[in-house]
């Protein structure tokens, strides 16, 4: 008997070369250097690249809701996002296998990218209205991932950035949305909370639809982490 849940869809989840996860990390690396440089020599704009709420709601630029997932804001941002990839990405496939984990990743950065678009027009004491304001990144995608944690590994330990103490995911994950909203209004950032939470939310409905679906393998796997 296998000591861990395996794939869900029955497959192996990971190669022994090059994983779906790495694929879509050096994916976008590669994306922001060849939108970066099609920018600079002025052969792209913004507008072709980062989704914008009010470009979407003209009917234009709609494949920004792709794009942007693999686009980001500097160096930093990419750097950020894709070592949290590394890690979370690394660990869900494993889970729910290649195909279901691809996926997974990109129907949930781009609900993000439309949640951050509805959203755009109501704002409020805890998001503001951003309309005409250009959001990139894989954030919303890997916010996804964290949501699916939340519900098949509540109790797994881990390690926020500048952090150095394990927490378990059931408590960082509301944790880090909290402080990325702080951060944001109090320091006036632009960053993506709507995007974050549409993220969040595509990761909990999924992962509620996998609890009910495979208790008896969510159950085995929860058995790891106390």
Not at 112 to 130: K, R, Y
Request: glycine share 10%; aromatic share 18%.
């Amino acid at each position: 008997m296998k000591t861990h849940i395996g794939d869900l869809d029955g497959k192996k989840g990971f190669f022994s070369s090059l994983s779906i996860n790495t694929i879509l990390i050096l994916l976008t690396v590669l994306m922001f250097f060849v939108f970066s440089l099609l920018m600079k020599f002025n052969l792209l704009t913004i507008d072709d690249v980062a989704i914008k709420p009010s470009n979407i709601f003209q009917g234009k630029y709609l494949w920004t809701f792709l794009t942007s997932m693999f686009m980001h804001g500097g160096f930093f941002h990419l750097f950020v996002n894709m070592l949290s990839l590394f890690f979370l990405g690394t660990f869900l496939q494993r889970i729910l296998g290649v195909k279901r984990y691809l996926w997974f990743y990109l129907i949930s950065g781009l609900f993000a990218g439309l949640f951050f678009v509805l959203l755009s027009l109501i704002p409020t004491p805890f998001f503001s209205a951003d309309f005409d304001v250009f959001a990139v990144g894989a954030s919303g995608a890997l916010f996804g991932l964290i949501g699916l944690m939340m519900l098949l590994t509540p109790n797994l330990p881990v390690y926020i950035m500048f952090i150095p103490i394990p927490i378990k995911i059931k408590y960082a994950a509301p944790g880090m949305l909290v402080l990325l909203w702080f951060i944001s209004v109090t320091g006036n950032i632009p960053i993506g909370n709507t995007a974050h939470f549409g993220g969040l939310i595509a990761g909990l409905v999924y992962g509620l639809y996998l609890r009910n679906r495979y208790k008896n393998k969510v159950k085995a796997l929860n058995k790891f982490f106390r």
